[in-house]
C-alpha cells in the first residue's frame, strides 16, 4: 500500500510517500507524477514515511527525472530512511536526483 | 515455509504478506527480512512479466528455509528458460538521459543477498538465494 500526500514548503509542492513503492503502486505513482510535474518547476518527494521501493518504483522516479530534465524540472528526493537510502545508494540515484536530509533543505535550494 | 502464486503480478502482494508474517515468526533481523522481501519482489515480477508468452495460468513455487542464522529462498517455475545472472548489470553510474532505465531488479539482488544460483531442471527454472547474518 502507497499513501500519496500533496502539500508545500514554501512555494515549493511536496508529495509525501507513505508505505510501500513497490510493483502494485509504482504506477499510481507514475500517474501522479505527471499531472503534478505539468504545473511545477520543482518538485519535493517527501520520503522520510517510505518504508520500501523496489526497482517498480526506481523505474517510476528515473523516468520521471528524465521528463523533468528534458524540461528543466527539477524533482529532490527528501528525508529517506536509511533502508531506502541503501536501495538508492544501490541504483547509483545519487548522481542522478538531489537527495536531501529534510524537506525544507530541499524546497530552500534552488 | 512454503508458497504457490499464480503467474499474477497481484500475486506479489500475498507474496509480502506471507514473508512479513514468516519473518515475524522465525524473528528474521530487519535487514534480512527486507532483502529477503524485496529479492523476492524482483524475481517474481521477472518470472511474472516474461516467463509465460501462453496465456494459461501457470503456478510459482516460493520455498523459504532458516537454518541457524542463515536464510535461503528458492523460487521455481515453469516457464521460459531465463537465467537472470546472464543478465548485464545496469550501468548505475551513467548520467540518467544515457541510461536504460530497467534492469535493476537483478542488480539489487545481488546487493542484497550473499549467494545466486540458477539451475534448469527439467523443465523448470530454480533459484537459488541464501543470505546469512551476525558473521564475524
Avoid at chain 1, 518527494?45 to 520500501?52: A, P, R, T
Avoid at chain 1, 541503501?86 to 536526483?97: H, K, T
Avoid at chain 2, 534480512?32 to 523476492?40: E, H, K, M, Q, T
Wanted: hydrophobic residues 40%; glycine residues 8%; charged residues 30%.
Amino acid at each position: 500500500m502507497l499513501e500519496i500526500t500533496e502539500g508545500k514548503e514554501g512555494q515549493v509542492t511536496v508529495l509525501g510517500l507513505k508505505g510501500r513503492l513497490d510493483v502494485g503502486s509504482s504506477k499510481t505513482l507514475g500517474d501522479r507524477l505527471l499531472k503534478v510535474m505539468e504545473a511545477e518547476t520543482k518538485l519535493v518527494l517527501d520520503l522520510s514515511e517510505l518504508d520500501y521501493i523496489s526497482s517498480s518504483g526506481l523505474q517510476v522516479l528515473l523516468l520521471a527525472a528524465i521528463r523533468a530534465k528534458d524540461s528543466n524540472r527539477s524533482i529532490v528526493l527528501a528525508s529517506m530512511k536509511p533502508q531506502v537510502k541503501q536501495i538508492l545508494d544501490y541504483a547509483g540515484f545519487a548522481g542522478v536526483f538531489q537527495l536531501t536530509a529534510s524537506v525544507e533543505q530541499a524546497a530552500g535550494n534552488p | 515455509m512454503s508458497i504457490r502464486l499464480r503467474n499474477d503480478l497481484a500475486e506479489i502482494q500475498r507474496m509480502h504478506d506471507a514473508v512479513t508474517a514468516f519473518a515475524g515468526r522465525c524473528r528474521l533481523p530487519e535487514e534480512v527480512r527486507l532483502a529477503l522481501d524485496l529479492s523476492l519482489e524482483e524475481v517474481l515480477v521477472n518470472v511474472i512479466s516474461y516467463g509465460f508468452p501462453d496465456p494459461g495460468s501457470h503456478e510459482i513455487e516460493v520455498i523459504i528455509r532458516v537454518d541457524g542464522k542463515r536464510l535461503t529462498a528458492e523460487v521455481q517455475d515453469d516457464g521460459l528458460a531465463f537465467n537472470p545472472l546472464e543478465h548485464p548489470e545496469p550501468e548505475t553510474a551513467k548520467p540518467i538521459d544515457e541510461r536504460p532505465v530497467g534492469g535493476l531488479g537483478i542488480h539489487l539482488i545481488r546487493q542484497l543477498m550473499e549467494r545466486i544460483e540458477y539451475h534448469r531442471r527439467g523443465e523448470k527454472n530454480v533459484l537459488v538465494m541464501d543470505k546469512s547474518w551476525d558473521r564475524p
